[in-house]
């Protein structure tokens, strides 16, 4: 059945609507975002809105959305008044997929489809047509995109995937073929209709790929990527530059072992091979963010052969600081180093998504201003700074775009300034610090996917930073955060300075010379040449927790190595199942989830 899109958006009928106006628009969180054919496409979750000029006040202020959205982005908008085309689901509940909160989305490698899977069926509605027969994929219409197609797609090994069990609030990404999910949460008759199974985390790397058909539940390799194989709120990344068939990694999130649950740090990266399914890891340096969940994240190709990943707000309820963050982070890669963005915009926000379009700029999708859900309404009943939802930055010019304007036509991605100083400052990244001469060959060697040089780095040409400063210079952004960056390596162009760092380099190249036949030093002694990095699970988090966190090398880690290096968030007790333990009601998690125990009355929406 093919659905045909609409603009229209009733402005007197006093009802809540899947497209309000802008004016109506209040509040949009936990969609599936994604990017086809130059259409932003944006399904499921739920948003507030004003109803009859009044705001919501009666229970439940907010709405599930039941139709796809879709914005165009061959052409530039401003986002106070951007058409969004509303892609109504069929009349027949079960020719579509249910909405979901809080799910995943993978494109399709032909580029014309998408496929969700995961979520939480919001207040419940819709649970029943969640299945483990299949997978629901969306096609927008090639001559009209505004309109589109579901179909229910059934696996080649059924078997697969009836064992595994449907959840939310995991961690998702595509890799070429293949859609990943880790972790996840889930909960009775929310996360898959008419089941009696307990609430709990849900353990283990799932992966579809999408030519074949074919499911895989992968365990093991989830223990390798976070102890107990479980995260919640995490962010997935493809890094198809660097190795012979790219890596994939999660970062962030919130886990649960025995001994209670805990955050990621962003100070260690764990990644995998998607062929070989071998990890490693490595740790950065620089100004990390702090350990969250629930941020948004994009990857986007340097012109070098490297990648650059922002990090956007997220949440973190344990930190002490205020629960939800309105920071933004850069991560450049082969040189793992990390980069605060100094000035922020749009206020505070968790449970949003962001995409990559024009070249540069990256858009923000939804989010609320607190994360923690303890059945207040004031997450909903405030307006977005961001209109509709919808925010803009410059990922070249480390710039929010105030007036929201899209730019169609902008330039192509150019590394910060700040990024380019870096790399010319630290050189050759031979001399850093590696966990492993494995993971270096990653990462500062040649392979097929990659336009590094061995054993080399280089920063961009003096053409290139030119070309990268204009596209500064010359935008129209009204912030005046531009190129701030704090913890960033400062470039200067004093005569003294440029004498200072011509001494440097002298001396370091006379250290190297020096030290040519002393062989590769790692981070630990015990990762050597004959002993390959195996997976280490990435440091935890805790408020009372001390800096500096070793890092276990090379084996995987047991409950006794959990607990030696693992800090748990709370002091709540957990049952002593180590992977799948049940959370109690009251648990923290269930508040997350919209646990119907902890947030929301019995009466069903209206």
């Not at 401003?78 to 109504?88: C, P, T």
């Not at 107990?228 to 649960?256: E, M």
């Not at 990390?338 to 990256?362: D, L």
């Not at 939804?366 to 009943?381: A, D, K, P």
Request: hydrophobic share 35%.
């Amino acid at each position: 059945m093919i659905l045909l899109g609409t603009l229209l958006r009733p402005a007197t009928a006093a009802q809540k609507v899947d497209n309000p106006t802008p004016d109506n628009f209040l509040r949009r969180a936990y969609s599936a975002v994604t990017i086809i054919n130059n259409w932003i496409y944006i399904d499921g979750g739920e948003l507030s809105q004003i109803v009859d000029g009044k705001p919501p006040s009666a229970y439940p202020v907010s709405k599930p959305m039941n139709a796809t959205l879709a914005i165009d982005i061959s052409s530039s908008w401003v986002a106070s008044d951007v058409n969004i085309y509303e892609i109504k689901r069929p009349a027949d509940k079960n020719d579509a997929a249910p909405p979901m909160n809080v799910g995943g989305v993978w494109n399709d490698p032909s580029g014309k489809s998408f496929y969700l899977y995961g979520g939480i069926a919001p207040y419940g509605q819709g649970a029943d047509r969640i299945s483990r027969q299949g997978v629901w994929k969306f096609t927008p219409d090639s001559n009209n995109p505004t309109s589109g197609q579901w179909l229910f797609e059934k696996p080649s090994n059924p078997g697969t995937l009836s064992f595994i069990r449907p959840s939310f609030h995991g961690g998702f990404v595509t890799a070429g073929n293949t859609g990943y999910w880790l972790g996840g949460y889930a909960e009775a008759n929310k996360t898959e209709g008419n089941t009696s199974d307990p609430n709990g985390e849900t353990s283990g790397l799932i992966s579809y790929d999408m030519l074949t058909k074919m499911w895989k539940n992968d365990s093991a390799l989830a223990l390798d990527l976070i102890p107990a194989g479980n995260a919640r709120g995490p962010g997935g990344l493809w890094l198809p530059k660097f190795g012979p068939n790219g890596l994939v990694s999660f970062i962030g999130g919130r886990t649960v072992t025995n001994l209670g649950d805990g955050y990621q740090e962003f100070s260690n990266i764990t990644f995998f091979d998607p062929e070989t399914r071998k990890s490693y890891y490595q740790t950065t340096t620089g100004d990390a963010p702090s350990p969250r969940k629930d941020f948004c994240h994009v990857v986007v190709e340097s012109p070098r052969g490297g990648h650059e990943v922002f990090v956007f707000g997220g949440a973190n309820p344990k930190d002490g600081q205020g629960d939800t963050y309105d920071d933004m982070y850069v991560l450049t890669l082969p040189g793992f180093h990390w980069f605060r963005v100094n000035g922020t915009f749009g206020g505070p926000r968790a449970s949003h998504s962001c995409v990559v379009a024009g070249n540069r700029q990256m858009i923000s999708i939804g989010g609320l201003s607190s994360n923690n859900f303890n059945g207040l309404n004031s997450n909903w009943e405030e307006r977005d700074v961001f209109p509709q939802g919808i925010g803009i930055f410059d990922m070249t010019a480390l710039a929010w775009n105030t007036r929201g304007e899209y730019d169609a036509t902008a330039r192509e991605y150019e590394s910060p300034e700040v990024v380019n100083q870096w790399y010319e400052t630290t050189g050759d990244l031979t001399n850093r610090t590696w966990t492993s001469p494995e993971v270096q060959a990653l990462f500062v060697t040649a392979s097929a996917n990659s336009k590094l040089q061995p054993l080399q780095f280089h920063p961009l040409s003096s053409h290139r930073r030119q070309h990268a400063a204009l596209g500064r210079s010359t935008n129209t952004y009204g912030s005046s955060f531009t190129g701030a960056i704090v913890g960033g390596v400062v470039g200067g162009l004093g005569a003294l300075l440029m004498a200072a760092v011509a001494w440097f380099f002298i001396r370091r190249r006379n250290r190297r010379a020096a030290m040519s036949n002393q062989g590769y030093q790692a981070t630990s002694a015990s990762a050597t040449e004959s002993q390959p990095v195996g997976s280490v699970p990435p440091s935890y988090y805790h408020p009372s927790s001390q800096p500096g966190m070793q890092e276990l090398n090379g084996q995987r880690m047991n409950q006794d190595q959990v607990a030696k290096y693992y800090v748990p968030a709370h002091s709540q007790e957990l049952p002593a199942t180590f992977v799948t333990s049940e959370l109690p009601s009251q648990n923290e998690g269930a508040r997350w989830e919209l646990d119907s125990t902890a947030v929301i009355p019995p009466a069903p929406r209206q």
